[in-house]
């Protein structure tokens, strides 16, 4: 079976001329279907610059990268947004607009698979909402909820249209020790679920035990890829 993420020669660099600097450098990379992959390394490494990359947010500059099959360079903009239907996408900041009720916040997604009914929207996301255990809050606003519990609706946002890859930025560095366990395993209990696959970058290291393996970068460069001890 074809990988979910296959990247090779991967270059990326910020600037022009004299100070261009190269952010990824030489990066080959491929993450299966089913797999929870972690990606660590210090501040400035190329982590959410690679992560942007393979969620289509931003354009590729030199080599190939394949999303569930899709090459993305030299892509038109109705491709990238037809790959960008298909990923979940949690980030540190839960992005929750304060208007809309949880269940809202969760259907906003819907919205981009034309084939659901809008009749189908709310009793999709309230589900999803139950399944992180937010059933009873399902008519809350943001305001109304803890900095774990907006975090919770992130991921059942970013869940609910079932896609076959997630990727989450940092999604416990805003939260204490528990809700940030929590909101993993919340993660990792779907995703397994549904199938899907997860690349989650983080520097919280309480929560490496989840990945099926991990990769760690620095200055640009892929420097380990091992399978964690349980795998």
């Known amino acids: 079976m074809s990988p979910v993420i ?29 797999e929870i992959v972690i990606l660590t390394g210090p501040s400035g490494s190329g982590k959410t610059t690679l992560l942007t990359l393979i969620g289509a947010l931003r354009s590729l500059q ?48 819907l919205k981009l698979h034309k084939q659901i009914p809008v009749s189908e929207r709310k009793p999709r996301a309230a589900a999803m909402l139950e399944a992180v255990g937010l059933g009873n809050r399902v008519e809350y606003y943001p305001e109304n909820l803890s900095g774990g519990q907006k975090q919770r609706v992130a991921i059942a946002r970013a869940l609910v249209s079932h896609p076959q890859l997630v990727l989450a930025d940092e999604p416990t560095a805003a ?55 349980d795998n």
């Open 62 to 109: 030199a080599g190939s990268l394949k999303i569930l099959g899709q090459e993305l360079n030299n892509t038109s903009q109705r491709q990238l947004i037809q790959v960008r239907s298909q990923i979940g996408f949690i980030f540190q900041a839960h992005n929750l607009l304060k208007c809309l009720k949880a269940w809202e916040n969760v259907a906003i997604s």
């Open 175 to 229: 939260l204490d020790s528990k809700s940030g366990r929590d909101v993993v395993e919340i993660m990792q209990k779907l995703a397994k679920g549904q199938g899907c696959t997860i690349l989650l970058v983080t520097h919280d290291n309480r929560i490496l035990d989840v990945a099926d393996r991990i990769v760690h970068m620095e200055d640009g460069r892929l420097m380990s890829d091992r399978a964690t001890a």
């Open 6 to 34: 296959s990247i090779r020669d991967l270059n990326h660099a910020f600037g022009t001329g004299a100070l261009q600097k190269p952010v990824l450098i030489d990066v080959n990379l491929d993450i299966h279907s089913g």
